[in-house]
């Protein structure tokens, strides 16, 4: 009997660690379904909604952290104009930093 529960055991744990890179990927990508929606918070009285681009690139740095500015713009489709000023702007609102020139959602 203990050999069946050792051989489950080492079952699951293989089956577990297999499947840790898909349960990281969803959380990714429900963070990024989030972001597609999120409001920020300016004023205690006014809130703005994140515009089109900005959702793209908050999207996209969810997903693929530690790209530069240029790679997010590869993947995007988004001009690097138009990140150099959503980008800083998402960084200012909290919802991405920047470390080393790559962008990454900021610690939880």
Known sequence: MP???DEAITQFTDRARELRPHVDEM???ERAIEALDTTIPVLPSRRRKLGKRAQQALAYVITHPGETTKEISQGTGIQ???LN???PRLAQDGLVV???GKWHEPAS
């Open 80 to 82: 690097v104009g138009t």
């Open 98 to 100: 920047v470390r080393r």
């Open 27 to 29: 959380e990714r990508l």
């Open 85 to 87: 000023h959503s980008l």
């Open 3 to 5: 050999d069946l529960v």
